[in-house]
């Protein structure tokens, strides 16, 4: 069970859009609609950003958008602001009560 | 306002063991699954395994099989996450995360626990 793969960084000017992608596999990401995102500042707890592939939770911002094509799972961050730089996380579910997580991207607003 | 509270941070030797705790509170916490996170220092989440707090039903990461246990007590809201030897790697911030009901995702998390494991 691999950890999914997202870049290591992403940047973006204040107001731009980002995406970050996570790649997983036929075993995880491909056959599950149950790709999470979470936001993480330094020193703090995961937050849950988007679930089930591109559902927000109540509170969210709309400028956080999810999707999904084949393996590829994607978090879009549209209207960047100095507070959405933080460490980004994608999770699946892989089958048999088990989960990955992705590698992490950093978000840098510049 | 729903939360889990972890237990603070421990300082130990390699070969002790060491038992952490995550209490769920304001909300039915035998319906949902507990998970434990692991965040070594400077590095990316990962997945250690779960419990079903109404049956303690578990499942593990193949990666912490038979390194780690996760257990229940319902009656105090309480999930455990145990080691009986430790290793200077289990050195980590761990995090207890709620999954939330009728979905695949953690939506409550922990503030987490230091564990330092030194010599």
């Known amino acids: 069970q691999s950890a999914l793969t997202q870049p290591a960084s992403v940047s973006g000017s204040p107001g731009q859009s980002i995406t970050i992608s996570c790649t997983g596999t036929?075993?995880?990401?491909?056959?599950?609609?149950?790709v999470s995102w979470y936001q993480q500042h330094p020193g703090k707890a995961p937050k849950l950003m988007i679930y089930?592939?591109?559902k927000r939770p109540s509170g969210i911002s709309n400028r956080f958008a999810g999707s999904k094509s084949g393996n590829t799972a994607s978090l879009a961050i549209s209207g960047l602001q100095a507070e959405d730089e933080a460490d980004y996380y994608c999770?699946?579910?892989?089958?048999?009560?088990?989960?990955?997580f992705g590698s992490g991207t950093k978000v840098t607003v510049l | 306002e729903v939360q889990l509270v972890q237990s603070g941070a421990e300082v130990k030797k390699p070969g002790e063991s060491l038992k952490i705790s995550c209490k769920g509170s304001?909300?039915?916490?035998?319906?949902?699954?507990i998970s434990w996170v692991r965040q070594m220092p400077g590095k990316g989440l990962e997945w250690m395994g779960r419990i079903e707090p109404s049956d303690s039903y578990t499942s593990y990461s193949p990666s912490f099989q038979g390194h780690v246990s996760i257990s229940v007590d319902k009656s105090i809201n309480t999930a455990y996450l145990q080691w009986n030897s430790l290793e200077v790697s289990d050195s980590a911030m761990y995090y207890c995360?709620?999954?939330?009901?009728?979905?695949?995702?953690?939506?409550?998390w922990g503030q987490g626990t230091m564990v330092t494991v030194s010599s």
């Open positions: 089930e592939g591109s």
């Open positions: 036929s075993s995880d990401v491909g056959t599950y609609n149950l």
């Open positions: 999770c699946s579910y892989a089958g048999s009560s088990l989960y990955v």
């Open positions: 304001r909300y039915s916490f035998a319906s949902y699954w």
């Open positions: 995360a709620r999954r939330q009901w009728s979905s695949d995702a953690f939506d409550i």
